[in-house]
């Protein structure tokens, strides 16, 4: 992927854009360490959405047909949120 320093980034964005929109890829580099991407936005196949729905569907039955409930999962005074966000970084 080729490398592009900041300054030139936002000099030549449109420029840039343009390649992006074509399927490049580029890291965006500050004092030579990189510090972004920027890649083409890609959509979602709305069957391969769909599958992924039905497969999340049917693994949710194989836990309530084994017991498993949410709730079992929870550490005390831990909500759902909280499992859900376990180990992210903001």
Do not use: C, N, W
């Amino acid at each position: 992927m080729p490398e592009v320093g900041a300054y030139d980034a936002k000099t030549h964005l449109p420029k840039l854009l343009e390649r992006t929109q074509k399927g490049e890829r580029f890291v965006i580099t500050k004092h030579g360490r990189p510090v972004a991407e920027l890649v083409p936005v890609t959509r979602a196949d709305p069957e391969s959405v769909r599958r992924t729905i039905a497969d999340i569907r049917s693994f949710r039955e194989t836990l309530r047909k084994r017991g498993v409930k949410i709730r079992g999962l929870l550490k005390k005074g831990e909500s759902l949120r909280e499992l859900a966000h376990q180990g992210h970084r903001y």
